[in-house]
Nanobody, 124 residues
Framework: QVQLHESGGGLVQAVDSLKLSCTST????????VGWFRQAPGTEGEFVAT????????VLADSVKGRFTISRDNTDNMVYLQMNNLKPEDTAVYYC?????????????????WGQGTQVTVSS
């Protein structure tokens, strides 16, 4: 199976930007739809963004539209989440998730591969 690895998290101030990266070992992500989810302490977590295997379709949660962008480069086996104009409510552990499939997926239960997460903390 595929193992996912996130990076790029950190501690920033409101309105700052961060770019998260997701890559894989074991197998490439070429045939995988990829999603980003986030979970703050004591919450169930929520969908953030997803992208199809060929980047034909991209979907963002309403809470991040206009601020976040999801993209991928299958040649480099990388998926990115560019986060601009960060807000304190964006503070969470961000997880990369992947599944083989020809469409996009927005539910946690749609994914069967998960990274360990990267912490994003936004101060006010």
């Amino acid at each position: 199976q595929v193992q996912l690895h996130e990076s790029g998290g950190g501690l920033v101030q409101a309105v700052d930007s961060l770019k998260l990266s997701c890559t894989s070992t074991g197998r490439t992500l070429e045939t995988y739809a990829v999603g980003w989810f986030r979970q703050a302490p004591g919450t169930e977590g929520e969908f953030v963004a997803t992208i199809t295997w060929d980047a034909y379709s991209k979907v963002l949660a309403d809470s991040v539209k206009g601020r976040f962008t999801i993209s991928r480069d299958n040649t480099d086996n990388m998926v990115y989440l560019q986060m601009n104009n960060l807000k304190p409510e964006d503070t969470a552990v961000y997880y990369c998730a992947a599944r083989v499939g020809g469409t996009w997926y927005t539910r946690r239960s749609d994914y069967n591969n998960w990274g360990q997460g990267t912490q994003v903390t936004v101060s006010s």
